[in-house]
Protein backbone atom coordinates (compact mmCIF):
# COMPACT_ATOMS: atom_id res chain seq x y z
CA UNK A 1 0.00 0.00 0.00
CA UNK A 2 3.11 2.23 0.77
CA UNK A 3 4.59 1.60 -2.37
CA UNK A 4 1.87 2.22 -4.44
CA UNK A 5 0.86 5.44 -2.85
CA UNK A 6 4.15 6.83 -3.39
CA UNK A 7 4.23 5.46 -7.16
CA UNK A 8 1.08 7.75 -7.23
CA UNK A 9 2.49 10.44 -5.70
CA UNK A 10 6.13 10.19 -8.14
CA UNK A 11 3.67 10.29 -11.14
CA UNK A 12 1.63 13.00 -10.04
CA UNK A 13 4.68 14.97 -10.56
CA UNK A 14 4.39 14.51 -14.16
CA UNK A 15 0.79 15.48 -14.54
CA UNK A 16 0.11 19.34 -16.26
CA UNK A 17 -2.51 21.17 -15.75
CA UNK A 18 -3.92 23.18 -18.36
CA UNK A 19 -6.82 25.82 -18.17
CA UNK A 20 -9.97 25.01 -19.84
CA UNK A 21 -12.70 27.76 -20.97
CA UNK A 22 -16.09 27.24 -20.47
CA UNK A 23 -18.55 30.01 -21.62
CA UNK A 24 -21.04 30.28 -18.96
CA UNK A 25 -24.39 31.69 -20.21
CA UNK A 26 -24.96 32.90 -16.70
CA UNK A 27 -26.45 37.08 -17.26
CA UNK A 28 -25.38 37.86 -13.74
CA UNK A 29 -21.91 36.10 -13.85
CA UNK A 30 -21.44 37.76 -17.43
CA UNK A 31 -22.79 41.44 -15.91
CA UNK A 32 -20.36 41.31 -13.06
CA UNK A 33 -17.19 40.34 -15.05
CA UNK A 34 -18.08 43.54 -17.33
CA UNK A 35 -18.18 45.92 -14.48
CA UNK A 36 -15.05 44.30 -13.32
CA UNK A 37 -13.18 45.08 -16.53
CA UNK A 38 -14.89 48.32 -16.85
CA UNK A 39 -13.73 49.38 -12.89
CA UNK A 40 -10.01 48.01 -13.86
CA UNK A 41 -9.75 50.13 -17.19
CA UNK A 42 -10.98 53.32 -15.85
CA UNK A 43 -8.30 52.61 -13.14
CA UNK A 44 -5.66 52.01 -15.65
CA UNK A 45 -6.54 54.85 -18.30
CA UNK A 46 -8.06 57.53 -15.48
CA UNK A 47 -5.69 57.21 -12.46
CA UNK A 48 -2.81 55.61 -13.32
CA UNK A 49 -1.89 56.72 -16.66
CA UNK A 50 -4.15 60.14 -16.67
CA UNK A 51 -3.99 61.44 -13.08
CA UNK A 52 -0.16 59.49 -12.03
CA UNK A 53 1.11 59.66 -15.23
CA UNK A 54 3.03 56.21 -14.61
CA UNK A 55 3.94 56.62 -18.29
CA UNK A 56 7.05 58.69 -17.41
CA UNK A 57 9.76 58.66 -15.94
CA UNK A 58 10.63 60.88 -13.05
CA UNK A 59 13.49 62.80 -11.43
CA UNK A 60 13.12 63.49 -7.87
CA UNK A 61 16.73 64.80 -7.11
CA UNK A 62 16.25 68.27 -7.16
CA UNK A 63 19.04 71.19 -7.10
CA UNK A 64 17.89 74.28 -5.86
CA UNK A 65 18.78 77.87 -4.95
CA UNK A 66 17.14 80.62 -3.28
CA UNK A 67 17.46 84.19 -2.86
CA UNK A 68 15.62 86.48 -1.26
CA UNK A 69 15.05 90.29 -0.90
CA UNK A 70 12.98 91.99 1.66
CA UNK A 71 12.17 95.87 1.10
CA UNK A 72 10.33 98.56 3.25
CA UNK A 73 10.67 101.28 5.23
CA UNK A 74 8.65 102.89 8.63
CA UNK A 75 9.26 105.55 10.77
CA UNK A 76 9.06 104.78 14.72
CA UNK A 77 9.42 107.35 17.91
CA UNK A 78 9.74 105.95 21.18
CA UNK A 79 11.51 106.74 24.48
CA UNK A 80 14.40 104.48 24.01
CA UNK A 81 15.18 105.40 20.40
CA UNK A 82 13.85 108.65 19.49
CA UNK A 83 12.47 109.08 16.24
CA UNK A 84 14.07 106.34 14.07
CA UNK A 85 13.62 105.35 10.50
CA UNK A 86 13.45 101.95 9.50
CA UNK A 87 15.10 100.44 6.43
CA UNK A 88 15.69 96.71 5.27
CA UNK A 89 19.20 96.88 6.98
CA UNK A 90 17.69 97.84 10.27
CA UNK A 91 14.96 94.75 10.58
CA UNK A 92 15.56 92.02 8.07
CA UNK A 93 18.09 89.32 9.71
CA UNK A 94 20.32 88.19 7.82
CA UNK A 95 21.00 90.45 5.02
CA UNK A 96 22.37 88.22 2.58
CA UNK A 97 19.20 87.17 1.44
CA UNK A 98 18.69 83.40 1.97
CA UNK A 99 16.01 80.68 2.47
CA UNK A 100 15.67 81.53 5.73
CA UNK A 101 15.26 85.45 7.00
CA UNK A 102 14.06 87.14 9.51
CA UNK A 103 11.34 90.30 9.94
CA UNK A 104 11.98 92.31 12.98
CA UNK A 105 8.16 93.68 14.46
CA UNK A 106 8.73 93.96 17.76
CA UNK A 107 11.62 95.07 20.59
CA UNK A 108 12.62 95.26 23.93
CA UNK A 109 15.09 97.90 24.35
CA UNK A 110 17.75 98.27 26.89
CA UNK A 111 20.38 101.62 26.10
CA UNK A 112 23.75 102.64 27.30
CA UNK A 113 24.59 98.90 29.10
CA UNK A 114 28.35 99.32 30.02
CA UNK A 115 30.05 96.41 32.07
CA UNK A 116 30.04 97.26 35.96
CA UNK A 117 28.71 96.42 39.17
CA UNK A 118 24.74 95.60 39.47
CA UNK A 119 21.66 94.24 41.13
CA UNK A 120 20.64 91.04 39.21
CA UNK A 121 17.15 91.19 38.07
CA UNK A 122 13.95 89.84 41.06
CA UNK A 123 12.63 87.69 37.79
CA UNK A 124 15.79 85.43 38.20
CA UNK A 125 15.02 82.86 40.59
CA UNK A 126 18.82 81.69 41.35
CA UNK A 127 19.61 85.39 42.12
CA UNK A 128 17.30 85.47 44.88
CA UNK A 129 19.42 85.83 48.83
CA UNK A 130 18.97 86.72 52.22
CA UNK A 131 22.48 87.23 53.15
CA UNK A 132 25.86 87.52 51.26
CA UNK A 133 27.03 83.90 52.10
CA UNK A 134 23.81 83.20 49.77
CA UNK A 135 26.07 84.75 46.83
CA UNK A 136 29.49 82.80 46.75
CA UNK A 137 31.64 85.21 44.67
CA UNK A 138 33.10 84.45 41.22
CA UNK A 139 29.34 82.07 40.40
CA UNK A 140 27.97 82.43 37.62
CA UNK A 141 23.68 83.15 37.60
CA UNK A 142 21.89 80.15 36.47
CA UNK A 143 20.10 81.87 33.77
CA UNK A 144 20.74 85.51 34.88
CA UNK A 145 22.93 88.16 33.19
CA UNK A 146 26.63 87.92 35.20
CA UNK A 147 28.90 86.69 37.80
CA UNK A 148 28.35 86.72 41.59
CA UNK A 149 30.36 89.24 43.52
CA UNK A 150 29.37 87.71 47.25
CA UNK A 151 27.21 90.47 48.13
CA UNK A 152 23.48 90.61 48.83
CA UNK A 153 21.73 93.88 48.06
CA UNK A 154 17.92 94.44 49.79
CA UNK A 155 16.00 97.30 49.13
CA UNK A 156 15.44 98.65 52.25
CA UNK A 157 14.22 96.80 55.37
CA UNK A 158 13.39 93.89 52.96
CA UNK A 159 14.80 90.63 54.28
CA UNK A 160 14.85 89.48 51.03
CA UNK A 161 17.23 90.48 48.35
CA UNK A 162 18.93 89.75 44.75
CA UNK A 163 22.64 89.17 44.50
CA UNK A 164 25.07 91.35 43.19
CA UNK A 165 26.55 90.58 39.94
CA UNK A 166 29.19 92.11 37.87
CA UNK A 167 27.38 92.15 34.04
CA UNK A 168 26.59 94.71 31.35
CA UNK A 169 24.38 96.91 33.69
CA UNK A 170 21.45 98.09 34.11
CA UNK A 171 19.87 94.47 32.67
CA UNK A 172 17.00 93.70 30.87
CA UNK A 173 14.16 94.51 33.29
CA UNK A 174 11.16 95.56 30.47
CA UNK A 175 8.56 93.47 29.35
CA UNK A 176 7.35 92.91 26.04
CA UNK A 177 4.94 95.73 24.68
CA UNK A 178 1.39 94.80 23.87
CA UNK A 179 1.75 96.51 20.91
CA UNK A 180 4.08 95.79 17.75
CA UNK A 181 6.96 98.52 17.45
CA UNK A 182 6.75 98.11 13.54
CA UNK A 183 3.18 96.72 12.75
CA UNK A 184 3.08 98.36 9.28
CA UNK A 185 5.71 96.23 8.09
CA UNK A 186 2.50 94.07 7.36
CA UNK A 187 2.79 95.82 3.59
CA UNK A 188 6.41 95.42 3.41
CA UNK A 189 7.35 92.99 -0.05
CA UNK A 190 9.65 90.31 -0.11
CA UNK A 191 11.34 88.67 -3.40
CA UNK A 192 11.89 84.97 -3.53
CA UNK A 193 13.74 83.64 -6.38
CA UNK A 194 14.15 79.95 -6.85
CA UNK A 195 16.41 78.38 -9.32
CA UNK A 196 15.44 74.76 -10.18
CA UNK A 197 17.68 72.05 -11.98
CA UNK A 198 17.06 68.15 -12.76
CA UNK A 199 20.01 66.50 -13.42
CA UNK A 200 18.95 63.31 -14.90
CA UNK A 201 16.61 65.47 -17.74
CA UNK A 202 19.37 67.84 -18.09
CA UNK A 203 16.59 70.77 -17.34
CA UNK A 204 16.82 74.14 -15.72
CA UNK A 205 14.22 76.52 -14.43
CA UNK A 206 13.67 79.86 -12.86
CA UNK A 207 10.33 80.63 -11.02
CA UNK A 208 10.60 84.33 -12.88
CA UNK A 209 8.67 84.74 -15.61
CA UNK A 210 10.50 84.74 -18.55
CA UNK A 211 9.63 88.41 -19.97
CA UNK A 212 11.23 91.56 -21.55
CA UNK A 213 9.21 93.90 -19.56
CA UNK A 214 11.84 95.62 -17.02
CA UNK A 215 8.75 97.71 -14.76
CA UNK A 216 7.00 93.95 -14.27
CA UNK A 217 8.97 92.95 -11.19
CA UNK A 218 8.00 96.84 -10.05
CA UNK A 219 4.90 96.63 -10.29
CA UNK A 220 3.33 93.20 -9.84
CA UNK A 221 2.67 91.50 -6.90
CA UNK A 222 1.73 88.10 -6.01
CA UNK A 223 -2.10 86.89 -6.00
CA UNK A 224 -4.88 85.31 -7.48
CA UNK A 225 -4.94 87.53 -10.40
CA UNK A 226 -1.32 87.00 -10.70
CA UNK A 227 -0.01 84.09 -9.78
CA UNK A 228 3.60 83.83 -11.92
CA UNK A 229 4.98 87.02 -9.85
CA UNK A 230 7.54 86.43 -6.98
CA UNK A 231 6.84 89.05 -4.99
CA UNK A 232 5.12 88.95 -2.09
CA UNK A 233 3.23 91.40 0.74
CA UNK A 234 4.47 89.83 4.36
CA UNK A 235 0.66 90.67 5.49
CA UNK A 236 -0.61 88.35 2.57
CA UNK A 237 1.33 85.74 3.19
CA UNK A 238 0.55 85.59 7.34
CA UNK A 239 -3.05 85.78 6.23
CA UNK A 240 -2.47 82.89 3.77
CA UNK A 241 -1.72 80.72 6.25
CA UNK A 242 -5.26 81.64 9.00
CA UNK A 243 -3.19 83.88 11.12
CA UNK A 244 -3.69 87.82 11.72
CA UNK A 245 -0.08 89.85 11.50
CA UNK A 246 -0.83 92.18 14.07
CA UNK A 247 -1.44 89.28 16.03
CA UNK A 248 1.97 87.31 15.38
CA UNK A 249 3.93 90.63 15.23
CA UNK A 250 3.49 90.70 18.96
CA UNK A 251 5.33 87.89 20.19
CA UNK A 252 6.59 87.04 16.79
CA UNK A 253 6.44 82.89 15.06
CA UNK A 254 7.81 81.01 11.97
CA UNK A 255 6.13 80.99 8.59
CA UNK A 256 6.60 78.16 6.14
CA UNK A 257 6.93 79.02 2.47
CA UNK A 258 6.33 75.50 0.32
CA UNK A 259 7.77 75.89 -3.42
CA UNK A 260 6.71 73.01 -4.87
CA UNK A 261 7.61 72.01 -8.62
CA UNK A 262 5.72 69.38 -11.07
CA UNK A 263 6.88 69.50 -14.40
CA UNK A 264 5.60 67.46 -17.21
CA UNK A 265 8.57 67.48 -19.82
CA UNK A 266 6.34 66.16 -22.59
CA UNK A 267 4.89 69.60 -22.78
CA UNK A 268 6.86 73.00 -23.34
CA UNK A 269 9.22 74.19 -20.86
CA UNK A 270 6.91 77.37 -20.63
CA UNK A 271 4.16 75.68 -18.73
CA UNK A 272 6.49 74.46 -16.07
CA UNK A 273 5.91 76.51 -13.42
CA UNK A 274 5.86 76.51 -9.29
CA UNK A 275 3.01 76.73 -7.50
CA UNK A 276 3.04 78.05 -3.43
CA UNK A 277 1.98 77.11 -0.32
CA UNK A 278 2.15 78.69 2.52
CA UNK A 279 1.91 77.23 6.74
CA UNK A 280 2.81 78.74 9.99
CA UNK A 281 5.15 76.32 11.42
CA UNK A 282 5.18 77.32 15.13
CA UNK A 283 2.86 76.38 17.90
CA UNK A 284 0.06 78.68 16.71
CA UNK A 285 -3.23 77.27 19.06
CA UNK A 286 -1.42 78.28 22.83
CA UNK A 287 -0.69 81.89 22.66
CA UNK A 288 -0.12 81.71 26.43
CA UNK A 289 2.50 78.91 25.71
CA UNK A 290 5.95 79.87 27.12
CA UNK A 291 7.27 77.42 23.73
CA UNK A 292 5.00 80.19 21.46
CA UNK A 293 6.43 83.12 19.34
CA UNK A 294 9.92 83.94 18.41
CA UNK A 295 12.65 86.19 19.64
CA UNK A 296 16.52 86.68 20.20
CA UNK A 297 18.70 88.92 21.34
CA UNK A 298 21.39 90.85 19.46
CA UNK A 299 23.39 94.09 20.62
CA UNK A 300 25.07 97.32 18.48
CA UNK A 301 28.61 98.67 20.62
CA UNK A 302 30.05 101.91 20.45
CA UNK A 303 32.14 104.31 22.73
CA UNK A 304 31.99 106.74 24.55
CA UNK A 305 33.94 110.39 24.46
CA UNK A 306 35.81 108.92 27.43
CA UNK A 307 36.48 105.99 25.11
CA UNK A 308 34.39 103.12 27.60
CA UNK A 309 32.80 100.67 25.86
CA UNK A 310 28.74 100.67 25.37
CA UNK A 311 26.00 98.86 24.14
CA UNK A 312 22.48 99.12 23.12
CA UNK A 313 20.33 95.47 24.01
CA UNK A 314 17.93 94.42 22.09
CA UNK A 315 15.41 91.65 22.35
CA UNK A 316 13.85 90.95 18.98
CA UNK A 317 10.80 89.79 18.40
CA UNK A 318 9.63 89.32 14.55
CA UNK A 319 8.57 86.57 12.22
CA UNK A 320 10.97 84.21 10.60
CA UNK A 321 10.16 83.25 7.11
CA UNK A 322 11.63 79.35 5.82
CA UNK A 323 11.36 78.65 2.40
CA UNK A 324 11.03 75.40 1.20
CA UNK A 325 11.38 73.61 -1.98
CA UNK A 326 11.13 70.30 -3.77
CA UNK A 327 9.46 68.88 -6.52
CA UNK A 328 9.50 66.60 -9.54
CA UNK A 329 9.79 65.96 -13.19
CA UNK A 330 8.91 63.88 -15.27
CA UNK A 331 9.31 62.87 -19.15
CA UNK A 332 7.61 59.66 -21.17
CA UNK A 333 9.58 56.16 -21.18
CA UNK A 334 8.54 53.57 -22.75
CA UNK A 335 10.24 50.82 -20.58
CA UNK A 336 7.31 52.09 -17.29
CA UNK A 337 4.95 52.49 -19.58
CA UNK A 338 5.12 48.41 -20.88
CA UNK A 339 5.75 47.54 -16.93
CA UNK A 340 2.12 49.60 -15.58
CA UNK A 341 0.19 47.99 -19.11
CA UNK A 342 1.40 44.74 -18.32
CA UNK A 343 0.68 45.48 -14.55
CA UNK A 344 -2.76 46.76 -15.43
CA UNK A 345 -3.68 43.21 -18.06
CA UNK A 346 -2.20 41.56 -14.72
CA UNK A 347 -4.97 42.90 -13.00
CA UNK A 348 -7.65 42.04 -15.25
CA UNK A 349 -7.01 38.59 -14.28
CA UNK A 350 -8.43 39.50 -10.88
CA UNK A 351 -12.11 39.86 -12.38
CA UNK A 352 -11.33 36.57 -13.81
CA UNK A 353 -10.73 35.16 -10.87
CA UNK A 354 -13.65 36.48 -8.68
CA UNK A 355 -16.00 35.63 -11.32
CA UNK A 356 -14.74 31.96 -11.05
CA UNK A 357 -15.66 31.71 -7.18
CA UNK A 358 -18.70 33.36 -7.69
CA UNK A 359 -19.50 30.79 -10.78
CA UNK A 360 -18.74 27.11 -8.81
CA UNK A 361 -19.11 28.32 -5.30
CA UNK A 362 -21.96 30.83 -4.19
CA UNK A 363 -24.72 30.54 -7.51
CA UNK A 364 -27.45 27.87 -7.35
CA UNK A 365 -25.97 25.65 -9.83
CA UNK A 366 -22.34 25.94 -8.59
CA UNK A 367 -21.99 21.78 -9.04
CA UNK A 368 -22.89 21.91 -12.43
CA UNK A 369 -20.21 24.83 -13.98
CA UNK A 370 -17.68 23.24 -11.28
CA UNK A 371 -18.50 19.43 -12.95
CA UNK A 372 -18.00 21.74 -16.37
CA UNK A 373 -15.20 23.54 -15.71
CA UNK A 374 -12.57 20.81 -13.81
CA UNK A 375 -12.04 17.36 -15.85
CA UNK A 376 -9.46 15.34 -16.15
CA UNK A 377 -8.04 13.90 -19.56
CA UNK A 378 -5.82 11.06 -20.90
CA UNK A 379 -2.93 10.70 -23.35
CA UNK A 380 -4.68 10.77 -26.94
CA UNK A 381 -3.49 6.57 -27.24
CA UNK A 382 -6.03 5.55 -24.63
CA UNK A 383 -8.33 7.67 -25.21
CA UNK A 384 -12.21 7.21 -27.00
CA UNK A 385 -15.26 8.48 -27.66
CA UNK A 386 -17.62 8.63 -25.67
CA UNK A 387 -20.95 7.43 -26.10
CA UNK A 388 -24.37 8.93 -27.61
CA UNK A 389 -23.11 11.57 -30.08
CA UNK A 390 -23.87 9.96 -33.48
CA UNK A 391 -21.34 7.17 -33.22
CA UNK A 392 -21.28 3.70 -32.13
CA UNK A 393 -18.82 2.53 -29.61
CA UNK A 394 -18.31 -1.15 -28.62
CA UNK A 395 -17.69 -3.13 -25.36
CA UNK A 396 -17.72 -6.87 -24.66
CA UNK A 397 -20.92 -7.89 -24.59
CA UNK A 398 -22.10 -4.47 -24.53
CA UNK A 399 -23.11 -2.19 -27.73
CA UNK A 400 -23.99 1.50 -27.09
CA UNK A 401 -25.29 3.24 -30.18
CA UNK A 402 -27.50 6.68 -29.87
CA UNK A 403 -30.69 4.62 -30.10
CA UNK A 404 -32.48 4.62 -27.04
CA UNK A 405 -33.58 1.41 -26.52
CA UNK A 406 -31.36 -1.88 -26.83
CA UNK A 407 -31.91 -4.91 -25.22
CA UNK A 408 -29.53 -6.04 -22.02
CA UNK A 409 -29.47 -9.35 -20.46
CA UNK A 410 -31.56 -9.08 -17.05
CA UNK A 411 -29.06 -10.65 -15.04
CA UNK A 412 -26.64 -7.95 -16.33
CA UNK A 413 -28.86 -4.88 -14.98
CA UNK A 414 -30.10 -6.76 -12.02
CA UNK A 415 -26.58 -7.67 -10.99
CA UNK A 416 -23.98 -5.64 -12.28
CA UNK A 417 -22.44 -4.71 -15.79
CA UNK A 418 -19.15 -5.51 -17.19
CA UNK A 419 -17.82 -3.74 -19.54
CA UNK A 420 -14.24 -1.59 -21.55
CA UNK A 421 -14.30 1.68 -21.06
CA UNK A 422 -10.78 3.80 -22.81
CA UNK A 423 -8.83 0.17 -22.26
CA UNK A 424 -9.91 -0.28 -18.80
CA UNK A 425 -12.14 -2.81 -17.63
CA UNK A 426 -15.43 -1.59 -15.41
CA UNK A 427 -17.26 -3.41 -12.89
CA UNK A 428 -20.87 -1.27 -12.11
CA UNK A 429 -22.35 -3.26 -9.07
CA UNK A 430 -26.07 -3.11 -8.40
CA UNK A 431 -27.48 -4.83 -5.46
CA UNK A 432 -31.13 -5.79 -5.39
CA UNK A 433 -33.24 -4.54 -2.06
CA UNK A 434 -36.52 -5.06 -1.12
CA UNK A 435 -38.70 -1.72 -1.36
CA UNK A 436 -39.21 0.74 -0.24
CA UNK A 437 -35.12 1.69 -0.23
CA UNK A 438 -33.04 4.24 -1.28
CA UNK A 439 -29.90 3.22 -3.18
CA UNK A 440 -26.89 4.94 -2.30
CA UNK A 441 -23.42 4.93 -4.20
CA UNK A 442 -23.15 2.13 -6.32
CA UNK A 443 -19.90 0.70 -6.50
CA UNK A 444 -18.32 1.73 -10.39
CA UNK A 445 -14.69 -0.10 -10.33
CA UNK A 446 -12.07 0.65 -12.78
CA UNK A 447 -9.66 -2.00 -13.46
CA UNK A 448 -6.40 -0.43 -15.26
CA UNK A 449 -2.94 -0.64 -15.33
CA UNK A 450 -2.32 0.29 -12.16
CA UNK A 451 -5.23 -1.67 -10.35
CA UNK A 452 -8.63 -1.15 -9.50
CA UNK A 453 -9.44 3.00 -8.20
CA UNK A 454 -12.76 4.73 -8.50
CA UNK A 455 -13.50 6.91 -11.65
CA UNK A 456 -16.72 8.76 -12.71
CA UNK A 457 -19.86 9.41 -10.57
CA UNK A 458 -23.18 6.92 -10.81
CA UNK A 459 -26.92 7.56 -10.04
CA UNK A 460 -28.77 5.90 -7.32
CA UNK A 461 -32.53 4.32 -8.00
CA UNK A 462 -34.76 5.43 -5.91
CA UNK A 463 -37.99 3.68 -5.25
CA UNK A 464 -40.70 3.66 -3.03
CA UNK A 465 -44.19 1.76 -3.17
CA UNK A 466 -45.88 0.99 -6.24
CA UNK A 467 -49.81 2.02 -7.59
CA UNK A 468 -51.56 -0.69 -6.09
CA UNK A 469 -48.65 -2.99 -5.21
CA UNK A 470 -47.23 -4.08 -2.34
CA UNK A 471 -43.69 -3.64 -2.97
CA UNK A 472 -40.76 -3.83 -5.54
CA UNK A 473 -36.88 -3.98 -6.05
CA UNK A 474 -34.95 -0.83 -7.31
CA UNK A 475 -32.99 -2.59 -9.49
CA UNK A 476 -31.63 0.46 -11.71
CA UNK A 477 -28.94 2.78 -12.03
CA UNK A 478 -27.52 5.49 -14.44
CA UNK A 479 -24.03 6.64 -14.88
CA UNK A 480 -23.08 9.79 -16.43
CA UNK A 481 -20.51 8.55 -19.32
CA UNK A 482 -19.94 12.21 -20.04
CA UNK A 483 -20.54 15.73 -19.18
CA UNK A 484 -24.11 16.44 -19.66
CA UNK A 485 -25.28 12.94 -20.84
CA UNK A 486 -26.01 10.26 -18.95
CA UNK A 487 -26.32 6.51 -19.37
CA UNK A 488 -29.72 4.94 -17.81
CA UNK A 489 -29.71 1.12 -16.49
CA UNK A 490 -33.10 0.44 -15.43
CA UNK A 491 -34.45 -2.98 -14.01
CA UNK A 492 -37.02 -3.81 -16.18
CA UNK A 493 -37.66 -3.66 -19.14
CA UNK A 494 -34.21 -5.12 -19.95
CA UNK A 495 -32.57 -1.76 -21.87
CA UNK A 496 -30.67 0.68 -21.51
CA UNK A 497 -30.94 4.52 -22.36
CA UNK A 498 -28.31 7.21 -23.18
CA UNK A 499 -29.76 10.73 -23.08
CA UNK A 500 -27.62 13.68 -25.02
CA UNK A 501 -27.07 16.48 -23.40
CA UNK A 502 -29.95 18.57 -22.27
CA UNK A 503 -32.33 15.97 -22.91
CA UNK A 504 -32.39 14.00 -19.25
CA UNK A 505 -36.18 13.26 -17.92
CA UNK A 506 -35.21 11.95 -14.64
CA UNK A 507 -36.56 8.78 -15.14
CA UNK A 508 -35.03 5.56 -15.78
CA UNK A 509 -36.72 3.70 -17.94
CA UNK A 510 -39.80 5.98 -19.84
CA UNK A 511 -42.39 3.65 -20.31
CA UNK A 512 -45.50 3.30 -17.32
CA UNK A 513 -44.69 -0.11 -15.54
CA UNK A 514 -45.75 -1.52 -12.49
CA UNK A 515 -44.23 -0.21 -9.25
CA UNK A 516 -41.64 -2.91 -8.71
CA UNK A 517 -40.24 -3.03 -12.37
CA UNK A 518 -39.20 0.86 -12.84
CA UNK A 519 -37.75 3.75 -10.90
CA UNK A 520 -36.48 7.39 -10.68
CA UNK A 521 -32.76 8.09 -11.28
CA UNK A 522 -31.73 10.54 -9.38
CA UNK A 523 -27.83 12.51 -8.97
CA UNK A 524 -26.67 11.52 -5.33
CA UNK A 525 -23.20 13.12 -6.17
Known amino acids: MGQAG ?9 DYKTEKYVIAKNKKVGLLYRLLQVSILTYLVVWVFLVKKCYQDTDTSLQSS ?53 AESESIPDALCYEDSDCPPGEPVVAGNGVRTGRCLRAGSEQKGTC ?28 IKNFVRFPKFNFSKTNVLDTTDRAFLKSCKFGPKDPYCPIFRLGSVVSWTGSSFQEIAVQGGVIGIQIEWDCDLDRAPSECY ?46 RFDVMVNGKAGKFNIIPTVINVGSGVALMGVGSFFCDLVLIYFIKKSHFYRDKKYEEARAAGRRQDHPGHGQETSFPGLALPRSPQVTLDQSQAALGLSFSLCGMRVLVYIQCLPAPTILGFLDLVVLGPRGPRPNGRVLAAEHGPGRGGAGGAARGAGWRSRPGEWLCVPAAPPAYQVWPPGEWKGECGAAAEPADRGGIARAVG
Open 6 to 14: CKGLYQSLF
Open 274 to 319: PRYYFNRLDNRFSENSLSSGYNFRFAKYYRDAAGVELRTLFKAYGI
Open 164 to 191: EIFAWCPVETKSRPAKPLLGEAEDFTVY
Open 66 to 118: IITKVKGVTFTNTSELGERLWDVADYVIPPQGENVFFVITNLVVTPNQRQETC
